[in-house]
């Protein structure tokens, strides 16, 4: 139980309810460190609908989450919406794999129109299954398989619908009342493997480096760069921003962590991490690089090691670049023990990973105690994300590290990873993290701020230290998320994407906190 919060309203029986709320906040307000009366307030409410699912759905929906750190554009589609650009698009359906094709088209060959699957609702309905994790159900396929090759079903949709993929995205976290997202994309990255590809391997990383600038890595750069442009200027379309009917989606803060697929053969993926360094270098919209695809692909074990050599090469071991990294996304029994004792160690020190995400097998590596006080001590987070971790490892509950790190003092924050895929969204894993660790309001508010001061964004934190959440000292005159911070404040906020970030968090939370929660009804 959690201190002052562990009496539930539903739990009162006999007594008059609003007495009691009172006795309670004023224990609250009078606590060492209570961040106030409205806090408190709001704190109890959520308190008092631990069992009302709904009510504390509304509410997590209504609440700030600070930003998503670990979200992958393709994957945090719904299935719906890539079968209705399918449509649109004149793109096919295979019936053999329920996946999306591209023209021609040919009915006679099982390769339909896509538009065919709104006049066929059981083939509507299949393919909405086949391309998420709607309606899985452990059987002869893992969880792991159904999740990563959904990706390959709908890799057919056409590149320009990059815009419409980033609209939905941002709308949908505008509509959680949450303003910042860094989004995992690829644009450039087969480019740079073709470059590597011609490279080869050589040992000898500088030489490698050089060999490839001097292939032309920087028209890679500019190719993504296109990208970012076209599909930003689509995004705008979409949500019709600057105008009087903007969407709430426009407001959000996008930044994109350049997604190197580590699949692929060693001089491959070095040539994909050195256009993710030039790229950051060239583009502040580009913040941080990562590896993606599965940890346990044949490839990526027997080459982990070089690809954590290559990046932190690269990237100076993350003091150049910021990295952040799949790592430890593994169990028993989906690779062989030895494979699961140095993932993370090896992205923490020798990657230099300003961030993990996933760190699932935390309990397996060698020392992994030590580790875990390393990890508390340089300040790593790690990106928690709940659903898809059930649904790819099987991973759940008390067998979920997340208590762990966050009893060792690591940081941890929530994230989606791929929520068109995992049929969820943000305020998702926030209700499951507050059902499954029974986790407090002011628990939630600390998650949601180590987004924003993990986050790879420009310029120095509002916060004078590591997850104290005290103002620094040019804005601890007055109250964060103040309309009219103090001069000197306002300087400080003008010279930080960072601290603003933070700023409007508080703002958010301030106008959330204010909200007059009704007081629960007794227990019949």
């Not at 050599?309 to 990295?323: E, K, M, Q, S, Y």
């Not at 230099?352 to 020392?367: K, S």
């Not at 875990?372 to 987070?381: F, H, I, S, T």
Request: charged residues 25%; aromatic residues 8%.
């Amino acid at each position: 139980m959690r201190g002052t919060y562990a009496v539930r309203f539903g739990r009162l029986h006999g007594l008059a309810v609003l007495p009691a709320l009172l006795v309670i906040l004023a224990a609250c307000t009078s606590t060492p460190g209570a961040g106030g009366a409205s806090e408190a307030r709001t704190a109890l409410y959520f308190e008092s609908v631990a069992d009302r699912p709904p009510l504390r759905t509304a509410f997590l929906r209504r609440m700030p989450k600070g930003g998503d750190l670990h979200n992958h554009l393709s994957g945090t589609i719904y299935a719906e919406n890539y079968l209705r650009w399918a449509a649109e698009d004149g793109l096919c359906i295979r019936r053999d794999t329920l996946a999306l094709a591209p023209p021609p088209c040919d009915p006679a060959a099982g390769r339909p129109p896509a538009s065919v699957a709104y006049s066929d609702t059981a083939l509507y309905s299949a393919l909405i299954d086949s391309l998420s994790m709607r309606n899985y159900a452990l059987g002869h396929r893992s969880g792991h398989d159904q999740f990563f090759d959904t990706f390959f079903k709908f890799d057919a949709t056409r590149p320009e619908r990059g815009g419409d993929m980033l609209a939905e995205a941002i709308s949908r976290l505008a509509a959680q009342n949450t303003h910042y997202i860094e989004l995992m994309q690829s644009p450039g990255m087969s480019s740079a493997r073709r470059l590597g590809a011609a490279a080869g391997w050589d040992t000898e990383f500088a030489r490698l480096r050089r060999k490839l600038l001097d292939a032309g890595i920087a028209n890679a750069v500019a190719e993504a760069r296109r990208a970012y442009d076209a599909q930003e200027a689509r995004m705008r379309e979409r949500l019709r921003c600057g105008t009087s009917d903007a969407d709430p989606g426009c407001a959000v803060t996008v930044r994109y962590i350049a997604q190197v697929i580590r699949t692929f053969p060693r001089e491959q993926v070095f040539a994909q991490v050195l256009l993710a360094v030039e790229l950051i270098r060239a583009d502040p919209r580009v913040v941080g690089l990562n590896l993606v695809a599965p940890e346990d692909h044949p490839t990526t074990l027997r080459e982990y090691t070089d690809q954590m050599r290559a990046i932190g090469f690269l990237t100076d071991r993350g003091t150049a670049t910021n990295v952040t990294l799949h790592a430890g996304e593994l169990t028993l029994g989906l690779v062989p023990p030895e494979d699961l004792r140095f993932h993370i160690r090896q992205a923490v020190e020798i990657a230099g990973a300003r961030r993990i995400g996933h760190g699932v097998a935390i309990g397996y590596e060698d020392d992994a105690l030590g580790l875990l006080a390393e990890m508390a001590r340089r300040g790593v987070l790690v990106e928690i994300n709940l659903t898809s971790n059930e649904q790819i490892l099987g991973v759940r509950g008390a067998d979920h590290p997340f208590m762990t790190y966050r009893r060792a003092g690591v940081p941890v924050a929530l994230s989606t990873d791929d929520e068109g895929v995992s049929r969820g969204d943000l305020t998702h894993e926030y209700q499951r993290a507050a059902a499954t660790y029974d986790l407090g309001y002011r628990d939630l508010k600390q998650l949601a701020r180590n987004g924003l001061e993990h986050a790879f964004l420009a310029g120095a934190s509002l916060w004078r230290g590591r997850g104290d959440f005290v103002p620094v000292a040019a804005c601890a005159a007055g109250t964060p998320g103040d309309a009219a911070p103090s001069p000197a404040c306002r300087d400080f906020l003008g010279g930080s994407d960072k601290a603003r970030e933070q700023w409007r968090l508080e703002a958010a939370f301030a106008a959330f906190e204010a909200t007059p929660w009704p007081v629960p009804e007794t227990r019949r």
